[in-house]
């Protein structure tokens, strides 16, 4: 077994995408081999999903990771506040500014480029920010079910991961990074480790199940 792992905002010269669908692109002026795949434009998203869902056939693979957490959702019971959907959208919203001021560019830019509005981007974004609180909520309940926990040279060890991808000082990172938060993303990456784990994999589509459990 394998990982495919995508990365389909960016695209580069010479690929597939980029000779015969040039129309999906932005491309910077000042690194014109490089380019953002433009996923305001419609046309662009059905190529995408297409393109994507190709790959998963060709390669063979059974599962995906989306596939776990929609069988979490499906299963998830609770009320959740409309503020903790709107701030995680938020949080998508910042974390896309971030990637583009990587490649060079900023979310006004992008704007520019896509005709699109903040509004439009945070309605864009929205159902996936909600996929991510219902799921992170599941994995919460499994780590209090289950009694999960981080250890100390686990906390340590992720200190270190991340001061070596973003080429910090480990004291920097901590002094920036609270062990109460690594220790509670670590919980939940495990419990998501459990559900691998103990998953069945079934013919069945989660969100038909729920849909015949609500009737």
């Given at each position: 077994r394998f990982v495919l792992w995508f990365e389909p905002e960016r695209i580069h010269k010479e690929t597939e995408t980029w000779r015969n669908h040039p129309e999906f692109l932005l491309v910077r002026k000042d690194a014109p081999d490089d380019a953002l795949f433009n996923l305001a434009e419609p046309a662009a998203r059905e190529y995408l999903t297409a393109f994507l869902g190709d790959m998963i056939a060709q390669n063979g693979m059974e599962y995906n990771?989306?596939?776990?957490k929609k069988?979490?959702?499906a299963k998830l019971v609770a009320d959740i506040p409309e503020p903790m959907f709107e701030a995680e959208t938020e949080n998508y919203v910042r974390d896309y500014d971030n990637r583009l001021r990587m490649q060079g560019?900023?979310?006004?830019?992008?704007?520019?480029?896509?005709?699109?509005?903040?509004?439009?981007?945070?309605?864009?974004?929205?159902?996936?920010?909600?996929?991510?609180?219902?799921?992170r909520l599941a994995l919460e309940a499994i780590v209090a079910a289950e009694g999960i926990v981080a250890t100390e040279?686990?906390?340590?060890?992720?200190?270190?991961?991340?001061?070596?991808?973003?080429?910090?000082?480990?004291?920097?990172?901590?002094?920036?990074i609270d062990s109460e938060m690594i220790a509670a993303d670590m919980q939940v990456k495990k419990a998501m480790d459990l559900v691998k784990e103990k998953a069945v994999i079934t013919d069945k589509q989660p969100e038909a199940e729920a849909e015949k459990a609500e009737a």
């Open positions: 990771a989306k596939n776990y069988a979490l959702i560019l900023d979310l006004q830019t992008y704007f520019q480029y896509t005709g699109m509005t903040l509004d439009s981007l945070r309605e864009q974004m929205r159902p996936q920010a909600e996929r991510q609180v219902k799921t040279a686990e906390i340590e060890e992720e200190y270190n991961n991340i001061a070596t991808a973003y080429n910090m000082p480990i004291d920097d990172v901590k002094s920036n």
